[in-house]
Structure formats: C-alpha cells, structure tokens
C-alpha cells in the first residue's frame, strides 16, 4: 500500500472537461448504467490498461490508479511515467484543439528502492468500468496522440465505503 500512497494522491487540483447503431448505443448505456450502480460510493484501486507502451500508469503504480465514485460519478485518477504527457483530452485527437482538456496535476511516487520522483497525474473521468474508451495525449512536442484505455478491475479500498446510514 505504501506504493501506491502516491500513485492516486495529487498535490494540485486539476480540472476535467468531460455514429454507432442504434441498437450498440443502447446497450452501451445499459451496461454504463449497469456498472455505474454496481460501484457504491467509496475510493477504489483498478487497472490502468492502455493500447501503448509509451502512456501508461508509473511503474511504481504496478499499472494501477485510484478511481474515486461519488454520487454516481466516476473519476480516475493515474500516476503517469513521467512529465512528457502534458494534457489529455477525453476524446479524439481531432476534438482536441477545440474543447477543454484534462490538466495534469504533480504527484510523488515513491518506487521500491525508496528513490521518489515527480510526475504528472491526471483525474479522468469514467463513464463505466471495464470499458474502453478514446483519450487523446499531449506530448511535451505539442503533437496530440489517439489512445483506446480502459479502467479495469476495481477493488474497494478498506474503510472506503459509505455507511449503512448514509453519513460518512
């Protein structure tokens, strides 16, 4: 646990912005709505899966993130490997000049041999678990980058959970 402390803390605030058949869309919703009710309220750990090998979770992370559900809303928060990503957008490449984007907070990781560094993390927001979907990258060149991601596998961290009465 003691490597992950850093892996979902910020030590800035950040900001988030958040043509398939019919019959598709439908179903997608049906399982968002599905897997938006299967998370109660409460801080997760999950997996941070990418289509690169180049934008992922920080190793000192083990590929994982903090996924954060409160009233029924889902945000991701990831430790990326460094400070070359500098912006995300939830989306396409080609949306990505026009709309607002995902601002990257400074995180401290701490790897296994003790050494910590800084680098940036961003708090995404999540429509559903186990699902992917598009997310633009920023590089340090100014180049934006298409990416399929997905968060995945999420289990409720101890003392997380919302009591039976409701009150934290």
Not at 43 to 64: I, L, P, Q, R
Not at 78 to 83: C, D, G, K, N, P
Not at 113 to 137: M, N
């Amino acid at each position: 646990l003691s490597l992950l402390a850093g892996c979902g803390a910020s030590s800035t605030a950040s900001s988030a912005a958040s043509g398939a058949a019919s019959s598709e869309a439908a179903s997608s919703v049906a399982s968002s709505a599905a897997e938006i009710a299967a998370l109660p309220d409460g801080v997760y750990t999950a997996d941070f899966d990418t289509d690169s090998s180049m934008f992922h979770a920080n190793e000192a992370c083990n590929g994982k993130g903090t996924l954060t559900v409160e009233n029924g809303q889902m945000t991701f928060h990831v430790s990326l490997a460094s400070t070359h990503i500098v912006n995300l957008y939830l989306g396409k490449a080609a949306d990505a000049a026009a709309n607002d984007w995902l601002q990257p907070t400074t995180d401290t990781v701490t790897y296994s041999d003790g050494t910590s560094e800084e680098v940036y993390g961003f708090d995404i927001p999540v429509s559903a678990v186990d699902a992917d979907f598009d997310l633009a990258i920023l590089g340090t060149k100014g180049k934006w980058y298409d990416h399929v991601v997905s968060v995945r596998n999420a289990v409720q961290q101890a003392g997380t959970a919302v009591p039976a009465d409701g009150t934290y």
